[in-house]
């Protein structure tokens, strides 16, 4: 899988993850938010998010924290739906 990391209109990041067939730079234009924060690629491995590599065509690169990112969008989803 691919993954942009947005910053919001908050100032918050904010990714997607999209499938690997999909081009960032056209993924890039289907999204409202102006700044790009990273991109590259994503995958589990033992339960854990691994983000590596970058974009080319946005000029950005994965970044230490993309994952950690990435692992608190889904923990902060997971917890509303348990609490629903």
Same mark, same amino acid.
Do not use: W
């Given at each position: *899988?691919?993954?942009?990391?947005?910053?919001?209109?908050?100032?918050?990041?904010?990714?997607?993850?999209?499938?690997?067939?999909?081009?960032?730079?056209? *993924?890039?234009?289907?999204?409202?938010?102006?700044?790009?924060?990273?991109?590259?690629?994503?995958? *589990?491995?033992? /339960?854990?998010?691994?983000?590596?590599? /970058?974009?080319?065509?946005?000029?950005? @690169?994965?970044?230490?924290?993309?994952?950690? @990112?990435? @692992?608190?969008?889904?923990?902060?989803?997971?917890?509303?739906?348990?609490?629903?």
């Amino acid at each position: *899988m691919k993954y942009i990391i947005f910053e919001d209109f908050s100032g918050q990041p904010v990714p997607f993850i999209f499938p690997q067939r999909v081009d960032h730079a056209d *993924m890039r234009e289907q999204l409202p938010y102006s700044k790009v924060l990273s991109a590259g690629y994503v995958l *589990m491995e033992g /339960g854990e998010f691994c983000c590596y590599g /970058g974009s080319p065509e946005l000029q950005v @690169t994965s970044s230490p924290e993309d994952a950690e @990112t990435i @692992t608190r969008k889904f923990a902060r989803r997971e917890s509303l739906v348990h609490n629903a």
